[in-house]
């Protein structure tokens, strides 16, 4: 079969692999529909970060690994001792363990594959009104989902939230802030299409980082000298943590939602000042991907317009990450499409 195969920085193969056999308590996917994430886009660009170099402590695989943590599927197998799921049933994938490994990256199989044999306790079925691409965005969604709910959004009437970074996952937390019943959602963010899918997706006021005081405006905004309530760090770099923290109010919340790549000067004082709280957060639990999946199926989330391109698996590497890389201020989610 075919397998999108990482081998280390700039240095993806689509290649023949053997077929995955489905054991005991296993069920086999036919990926449908694969999302690029950022964690691919870091690791082709500087990695090997979760990508192992030494044998994994769940599958004692090393590099070259195949890819694709962010899919969708139908189910094409099932081991024994599995129960609850047909084979052609759609299915959307958790990909955490609490060992640190993710179906995708740290070898065991991955999405951008033909096919891959998980765990059936990592396979969550998808609703029937809710079709396979949309489902390949349960992973960025639920990202964004454990982030807001790990913030005190739910325990603050009225909340007055910022989000830094227009990107996938930031795109994302509005769009769970909105589910979530936000009072007013601030985003900064430089791209101009990315601006207008934040506008698009909920938020109620949009800022221009490169133009705009973001500190002042968001405390303009929220009412005058507080700031916001909660402050979503999902740009992860220098200037998006102090910005953070000064813009939040005394008392008041920074989730650092982003992945870094280098260690940045970081004073304390900006949060003692005002008693706030620095919240980081990783991933998400299972009960995210449920909550998303349900938001999916009732209409509270409606994410379809982050997908901004589909491609083939042949394509991944110039139509796929090497786009995402030159034109990111265009795009939001490119999907492999492996139906076909």
Same mark, same amino acid.
């Given at each position: 079969?075919r397998?999108?195969?990482?081998y280390?920085?700039e240095d993806?193969?689509i290649?023949?692999v053997?077929e ?5 308590g296993?069920?086999?996917?036919s990926?449908?529909y694969?999302?690029?994430?950022g964690t691919?886009?870091?690791e ?9 170099v ?5 599958t004692h695989?090393?590099i070259?690994v195949?890819?694709?943590h962010?899919f ?8 024994a001792?599995?129960s609850?799921?047909?084979?052609g049933?759609?299915n959307?994938v958790e990909?955490a363990?609490y060992?640190?490994?993710f ?6 199989g991955?999405g951008l594959?033909?096919a891959?044999?998980?765990p059936a306790?990592?396979?969550l079925a998808?609703?029937d009104n809710v ?14 989902w454990h982030?807001?709910?790990a913030?005190p959004?739910?325990?603050t009437?009225?909340?007055n939230?910022? =989000? %830094? !970074?227009?990107g996938?996952?930031g795109l994302a937390?509005v769009q769970?802030l909105?589910a979530?019943? #936000?009072? $007013?959602?601030?985003?900064?963010e430089?791209?101009?299409a990315?601006q ?18 973001t500190v002042a405006?968001?405390?303009e905004?929220?009412?005058?000298e507080?700031?916001p309530d909660i ?9 998006s943590?102090?910005?953070?923290c000064?813009a939040?109010?005394?008392?008041g919340t920074?989730?650092n939602?982003?992945i870094w ?5 970081f ?6 000042f005002r008693?706030a709280?620095?919240?980081a =957060? %990783? !991933?998400y ?6 909550a998303?999946i ?5 209409? #509270?989330? $409606? ?11 042949e394509?991944l590497?110039?139509g796929?990450?090497?786009t ?15 139906t076909?």
């Amino acid at each position: 079969m075919r397998a999108a195969r990482y081998y280390g920085k700039e240095d993806i193969r689509i290649e023949d692999v053997p077929e995955p056999e489905c054991g005991e308590g296993q069920i086999k996917i036919s990926p449908s529909y694969v999302g690029i994430c950022g964690t691919d886009l870091h690791e082709y660009l500087g990695g090997p970060t979760f990508c192992p170099v030494s044998p994994h402590p769940l599958t004692h695989e090393t590099i070259p690994v195949t890819l694709g943590h962010e899919f969708s599927g139908v189910v094409s197998g099932l081991g024994a001792n599995v129960s609850g799921f047909n084979i052609g049933q759609k299915n959307g994938v958790e990909n955490a363990c609490y060992k640190g490994g993710f179906v995708g990256l740290s070898g065991g199989g991955g999405g951008l594959s033909d096919a891959v044999v998980v765990p059936a306790s990592s396979v969550l079925a998808l609703p029937d009104n809710v079709p396979l691409d949309i489902g390949a965005l349960v992973e960025p969604l639920a990202v964004a989902w454990h982030a807001v709910s790990a913030s005190p959004l739910a325990s603050t009437p009225n909340a007055n939230v910022l =989000v %830094l !970074g227009g990107g996938p996952i930031g795109l994302a937390v509005v769009q769970a802030l909105v589910a979530r019943k #936000a009072a $007013k959602i601030i985003m900064s963010e430089v791209a101009p299409a990315r601006q207008a899918f934040a506008r698009e997706f909920g938020a109620h006021h949009v800022l221009d980082p490169r133009t705009d005081d973001t500190v002042a405006m968001s405390k303009e905004l929220c009412g005058g000298e507080d700031g916001p309530d909660i402050v979503f760090d999902c740009a992860g770099v220098p200037a998006s943590l102090v910005t953070a923290c000064q813009a939040v109010k005394a008392r008041g919340t920074v989730v650092n939602v982003a992945i870094w790549e280098k260690e940045v000067p970081f004073q304390p004082n900006m949060l003692v000042f005002r008693e706030a709280k620095y919240c980081a =957060v %990783l !991933g998400y639990q299972r009960v995210d991907f449920e909550a998303v999946i349900q938001a999916l199926g009732s209409g #509270a989330l $409606k994410p379809a317009s982050m997908i901004t391109r589909k491609i083939k698996l042949e394509d991944l590497v110039e139509g796929g990450i090497k786009t995402l890389v030159s034109q990111k201020d265009k795009h939001v989610k490119i999907l492999v499409d492996l139906t076909s």
